[in-house]
């Protein structure tokens, strides 16, 4: 989904929709533009106003509340990856090369997010997890404090990668396209209706062009923020590039 072609066609379409109707009001005949048709006209625009609201008002929420969630994920993902460095330091000097590869790949991943490309999900930092994992199994403990150390290091491994595919799946946007489709018609028809009765001026003209640039940045700002790893406004990769100065020191 192409935040940026929605917003621009539905921007469009405002804008269209708005000066056709004022163009097509002077073309209908006069039994067409009785104050009764009118105040229909209205009425049914009313109700359409207040169904995009409310939809509009959800899509927002939803789209504050998944990137909020995804910022707060990879904080919670940073602190599982230095506990985890922290408790291989505590095993001692075998993990050493185990550490190296935990740090190139939260390098990796904290870069990737800068760029808007993360690497959470790509097939070679799944293939680098995997090979940390497989070294922490291999691990041979040779007292009953290290078999401890051992298993906290399994399970807290078996955490972050939990966590890495939690956060793969809510990488994608949550908003319905039909959804978006259908609260673009209904502002549609709003905007078509209030064109349908308004006078032909510089005006009114350019109200209708600045309201529907400001709706349709609106609907890009709500599309972008239900991408979190993506667009304009995006995670920060900042808890992963802490968590690899942390490893480091």
């Known amino acids: 989904m ?3 072609v929605i917003s621009l066609v539905v921007g469009v379409a405002l804008i269209a929709a708005s000066l056709g109707g004022a163009a097509l009001y002077r ?52 602190t599982e990856l230095i506990l985890l460095d922290r408790t291989m330091r505590q095993f001692g000097p075998e993990t050493d090369a ?22 959470l999900g790509s097939r070679p930092a799944e293939a ?5 994992g497989n070294a922490l199994r291999a691990l041979a403990p040779g007292d009953a404090e290290r078999t401890a150390l051992k298993a906290r290091l399994e ?17 994608e946007g949550t908003i319905p396209l039909p959804l978006i489709a259908l609260t673009a018609a209904w502002l549609v028809v709003v905007f078509a209706s209030y064109g349908y009765r308004a006078p032909r001026d510089l005006v009114m003209t350019t109200s209708f062009v600045v309201s529907a640039v400001l709706i349709a940045g609106t609907i890009y700002l709500t599309l972008d923020m239900d991408v979190p790893f993506n667009g304009t406004i995006q995670v920060s990769p900042m808890p992963l590039q802490r968590a690899l100065e942390e490893m480091r020191m």
């Open 128 to 132: 680098l997890l995997k090979d940390i």
């Open 98 to 119: 185990v550490r190296r590869h935990l740090q190139a790949y939260t390098q990796q991943a904290a870069q990737k997010m800068a760029e808007s490309d993360p690497v």
């Open 2 to 4: 192409n935040e940026t």
């Open 27 to 78: 073309r209908l005949p006069e039994r067409h533009r009785q104050s009764e048709t009118e105040d229909i006209v209205r009425l049914i625009a009313n109700i359409f106003v207040v169904l995009a609201s409310l939809v509009l008002g959800l899509m927002i929420e939803s789209a504050r509340s998944t990137f909020d969630s995804v910022d707060k994920a990879v904080h919670a993902y940073a």
């Open 155 to 171: 399970q807290r491994f078996e955490t972050v990668y939990a966590m890495r595919w939690a956060l793969v799946e809510q990488s």
